[in-house]
């Protein structure tokens, strides 16, 4: 691999991007004449980016991409919290971190040591094992805290990853055909559900909403927990095998998130002229904001950013960590070779997050 990532798009999954991210940082911004997209890479200009209400997260004639338009996947994707801004994000957003805060983060993180021990007692501990444990248990510890029956928890997890693939930039017609059809299942499903404990705080929190509104936001979390999931506990495992860390202490996650952040970049699009940062910006421009450069930034406060910032920064970080911890409490328990892990871990090729895979060959 060579020393500097070809591009922005390759440096979530190039062995060492850090170099890179802090030269741009320490540009502030730049235009990237081959994407067409402009990089906010200092910390003061992904804060300016995040707080500006000119940066929409959708374009403002687009509110869901033309690809899914009319189907229920665009249906649902249109009322995701992640993809509104202005009056309607706000309401969404009280309902949304009220339910998230009303789930006790104790909780979550033995239900999540208890799922991950028992799908990591279902075979040999090699590392496509693991693999599958990465990709499953995000999704089904947060389906099973909304009290989704243990049985259907892996059928959710893959159907949650055909949504995913149905919304990957390069997807194909058969792939949104899949991710729709998996959209209306895991909606049957969610309607399905008994209403009590979490779940209830999640009705109630969405009273003054609608029921699809609710619906659709039950699936977004379940969406933004898998890959952003995938690449926090597959850090964990891979820091693990570097050296024994305390994953038990809130500040070693900071530290390390920071040193080798997880979630690298997020887009925004640019509603009116605005000037940011010192840096003028036109209606109809895209920015990429580098979250990974702006955490590394010589001049900026040192934190990690992983999370995001501002007005859509994530009401999951929490239940995230809460489940990762899980996980490793249940790696530990089975007896996981850290070490012999990382010798066949490679990065997966997805631009905006760093995530890890440790069997040999497996896909995902
Ligand atoms: C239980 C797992 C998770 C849930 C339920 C969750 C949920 C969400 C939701 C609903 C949003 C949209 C917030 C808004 O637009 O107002 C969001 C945003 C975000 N999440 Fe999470 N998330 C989870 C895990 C993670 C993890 C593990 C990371 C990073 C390692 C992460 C990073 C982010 C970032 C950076 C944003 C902001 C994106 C932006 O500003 O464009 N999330 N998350």
């Not at 959708?58 to 229920?72: D, F, H, K, W």
């Not at 994707?77 to 309401?91: K, N, Y």
């Not at 992983?306 to 920064?313: C, I, L, S, V």
């Not at 070779?337 to 060959?361: C, H, T």
Request: aromatic share 6%; hydrophobic share 50%.
């Amino acid at each position: 691999m060579s020393a500097w990532p070809e591009n922005i798009l390759l440096a979530s999954s190039h062995s060492d991007p850090y170099p890179f991210y802090r030269s741009l940082a320490e540009q502030g911004w730049h235009y990237d004449a081959s994407l067409g997209i402009w990089l906010a890479a200092s910390h003061r200009a992904v804060r300016a980016v995040l707080d500006s209400p000119a940066c929409r997260v959708r374009p403002l004639a687009q509110p869901v991409p033309p690809a899914i338009a009319g189907s229920i996947l665009g249906q649902t994707f249109g009322r995701w919290l992640r993809m509104r801004d202005g009056a309607a994000h706000a309401g969404l957003r009280r309902a949304v971190m009220a339910s998230l805060a009303g789930l006790p983060l104790q909780e979550a993180e033995a239900s999540a040591a208890a799922l991950a021990g028992r799908f990591l007692s279902e075979g040999e501990l090699s590392g496509r094992r693991i693999d599958g444990l990465i990709d499953f248990l995000p999704v089904a510890a947060l389906a099973a805290a909304l009290g989704w029956p243990v049985a259907g928890l892996s059928a959710a997890a893959e159907r949650i990853a055909l949504v995913c693939r149905a919304l990957a930039a390069d997807a194909d017609e058969a792939a949104r055909e899949q991710g729709a059809a998996a959209c209306q299942s895991l909606l049957d499903e969610l309607a399905a559900l008994p209403g009590e404990g979490w779940l209830r705080r999640w009705r109630e929190a969405f009273m003054d909403l609608d029921e699809t509104a609710l619906a659709a936001n039950l699936l977004g979390a379940l969406f933004q927990s898998r890959d952003a999931g995938a690449g926090l506990l597959s850090a964990a495992i891979a820091w693990r095998g570097e050296a024994p860390w305390d994953w038990r202490d809130e500040g070693q996650w900071s530290q390390r998130l920071r040193a080798d952040p997880v979630l690298h970049h997020t887009r925004r699009f640019v509603a009116e002229d605005v000037e940011l940062a010192g840096q003028r910006l036109k209606a109809g421009d895209q920015v990429l904001v580098l979250l990974a450069a702006a955490a590394q930034d010589p001049a900026g406060p040192g934190e990690a950013m992983d999370f995001g910032r501002g007005r859509h920064a994530c009401p999951g970080e929490g239940l995230a960590l809460a489940i990762a911890r899980g996980a490793l409490r249940a790696l530990e328990e089975a007896g996981a070779d850290w070490s012999a892990l990382l010798k066949q871990m490679v990065f997966l090729p997805i631009p905006n997050a760093r995530i890890r895979r440790f069997g040999e060959g497996s896909a995902r």
